[in-house]
């Protein structure tokens, strides 16, 4: 399954909604799709997992939406430290690849 | 406090051979699998395999199957990532992370902070 997310880059302004797509080449067994954050120099750390749910200790500015082959993670008012690279991995089968990534840039 | 814990950077010459280790520490090391994520200068994540240390039965990302060993040693709760002749294409950074089951899916929940590899002539 390969994993296509867009916009590659995204300038928003604190404040704003942030909206990104992860489209699969296939339909995603059961919703099995993660959204990841990495800032500079940090591992990547999981948001959302099961296309919808939170992981432990994200806030509720972040939501994940979406199923078969479209996703969608949104941040509804973006903070100073939302700023980041987000990349969506399938989760169901091996191998589990990732998306490219978009970066969210302050505009 | 669960954590997993690299081994630190490393440089090396085209040709050299190379492990580098993650261990976990704080949980039951053969409850959970372990993959390994790459990271190029700059680039993205690119999965390249995963391993259950209470078996050792491992899964390769296709891109990588043939250039990298996944193993571990479950007596001293440590996966390996290995390179039997190393590129200067292999110089990037390497995370583990511990995968946790939800539903259908295997999510990396605790990540490694990543080891730096460094390969030149």
């Known amino acids: 399954t390969v994993l296509t997310q867009s916009p590659g880059t995204l300038s928003l302004s604190p404040g704003e909604r942030a909206t990104l797509s992860c489209r699969a080449s296939?339909?995603?067994?059961?919703?099995?799709l993660a959204w990841y954050q990495q800032k500079p120099g940090q591992a990547p750390r999981l948001l959302i997992y099961g296309a919808s749910s939170r992981a432990t200790g994200i806030p509720d500015r972040f939501s994940g939406s979406g199923s078969g082959t479209d996703f969608t993670l949104t941040i509804s008012r973006l903070e100073p430290e939302d700023f980041a690279v987000y990349y969506c991995?399938?989760?169901?089968?091996?191998?589990?690849?990732f998306g490219q990534g978009t970066k969210v840039e302050i505009k | 406090e669960m954590q997993l814990v690299q081994s630190g950077a490393e440089v090396k010459k085209p040709g050299e051979s190379l492990r580098i280790s993650c261990k976990g520490s704080g949980y039951s090391f053969t409850n959970y699998w372990i993959s390994w994520v790459r990271q190029m200068p700059g680039k993205g994540l690119e999965w390249m395999g995963r391993?259950?240390?209470?078996?050792?039965?491992?899964n390769y990302s296709p891109s990588f199957q043939g250039h990298v060993t996944i193993s571990t040693d479950k007596s001293i709760d440590t996966a390996y990532l290995q390179w039997s002749s190393l590129k200067a294409s292999d110089s990037a950074m390497y995370y583990c992370?511990?995968?946790?089951?939800?539903?259908?899916?295997?999510?990396?929940?605790?990540w490694g902070q990543g080891t730096l590899v460094t390969v030149s002539s």
């Open positions: 991995q399938q989760c169901a089968s091996s191998p589990q690849a």
């Open positions: 391993i259950d240390p209470s078996d050792s039965y491992t």
């Open positions: 992370a511990r995968l946790e089951g939800y539903g259908n899916g295997y999510y990396g929940v605790y």
């Open positions: 296939q339909s995603v067994s059961s919703n099995s």
